[in-house]
Nanobody, 124 residues
C-alpha cells in the first residue's frame, strides 16, 4: 500500500556531488522519520542520515559536513545532497520511512518501508 521510490543516483567523480530524492506514496497518514541508508557489495547496510517530522536531523559521522538531508512534508519527499563524494561511498542508497498507514484513519498502524535503492558510483 505504500511505495518509496528513489531517484538521482548515478556516476560521479571523486569530489563531485549528487542529490538523491525519495517520494513516499500510498495510504499514508503521517511519517515520523525518513532516512537514507547505503549498502556496498559485501558490506552491511549502514545509516547515512535521518530527518524527523520537525526536521531534526541525524548523520553518520563519516558524512557530517558533506551531506545534507532535508524533507518536504507536503510532498512526502526526502532529499539528500551529497558533496565531496569519495570512492568508498560507492553503494546502493536506500530510502527508509517510519510511518502510519492503513485502509482508514481508524485502522492505521505503524510500519517501516524501504525503497528499492538507487546506485551511486564514485570514480577515483
Amino acid at each position: 500500500q505504500v511505495q518509496l521510490v528513489e531517484s538521482g543516483g548515478g556516476l560521479v567523480q571523486a569530489g563531485g556531488s549528487l542529490r538523491l530524492s525519495c517520494v513516499a506514496s500510498g495510504r499514508i497518514f503521517s511519517i515520523f522519520v525518513m532516512g537514507w541508508y547505503r549498502q556496498a557489495p559485501g558490506k552491511q547496510r549502514e545509516l547515512v542520515a535521518t530527518v524527523n517530522s520537525v526536521s531534526i536531523t541525524n548523520y553518520a559521522d563519516s558524512v557530517k559536513g558533506r551531506f545534507t538531508i532535508s524533507r518536504d512534508n507536503a510532498k512526502n519527499t526526502v532529499y539528500i545532497e551529497m558533496n565531496n563524494l569519495k570512492p568508498e561511498e560507492t553503494a546502493v542508497y536506500l530510502c527508509n520511512a517510519d510511518l502510519m498507514s492503513g485502509d482508514s484513519v481508524f485502522s492505521q498502524r505503524r510500519y517501516e518501508y524501504w525503497g528499492q535503492g538507487t546506485q551511486v558510483t564514485v570514480s577515483s
